[in-house]
């Protein structure tokens, strides 16, 4: 997606060999026009799946699986990270290894909200080593759901989450792909 690769070239900020920074557009200040392309972007390319549902994880991925929902006119769900005052038997939980805060976190969705009958595309803002994507795949086959596919901003391919997810049979999307951010430098996959 050229939009995105501009967008990464021109504001993202390389920290170290492994985390590409984003915040003036994606993690804490949001460009709304950018987020509506992404979302056109993925129903594009999960054309014709009979999607009901959208599901994230707080805070990062909810602006792009927002748009991606209001496109496709179904709901959209982000997994909180933080136990709210819940019965346990009245929602998923799974534990996700957070990358970037380098700690455990139980996430929840209320199971109000995700049935057997759905067809639930995963959305999140970056791809490391997958933790995430998998955590949120688990939780909805939980439910007895339907993974119908996996929805990435910016995949960081040097990281092994794509393969995995792929070895596992995930229908991965990723509209931008990071080869490589050694010498402070972003370099994308050729395409
Ligand atoms: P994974 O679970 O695939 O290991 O890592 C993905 C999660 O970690 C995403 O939800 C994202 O919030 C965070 N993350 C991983 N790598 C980066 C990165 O390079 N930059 C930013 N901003 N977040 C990242």
Known sequence: MKL?????????IVLGDQVLKVDSFLNHQMDPNLMKEIGRE?????????????????SSG?????????????PMIFARKNKSLTLKNDIFVEKVYSFTKRETNEITVSKKFMHSNDNVLIIDDFLANGEAAFGLARIVQQ???NVVGIGIVIEKSFQPGAKLLQEAG????????????????????EE
């Open 4 to 12: 995105l690769k501009d967008k990464v070239m021109a504001e993202g």
């Open 42 to 58: 993925f129903v594009q390319r999960f054309e014709g799946q009979k999607i009901t549902k959208i599901l994230t994880i707080e």
């Open 62 to 74: 909810i602006a792009p699986a927002i748009m991606t929902a209001l496109e496709l006119n179904v």
């Open 143 to 145: 439910s007895g759901a």
């Open 170 to 189: 995930f229908k991965l999307e990723s509209l931008v792909k990071i080869a490589s951010l050694e010498n402070n430098t972003v370099t994308f996959v």
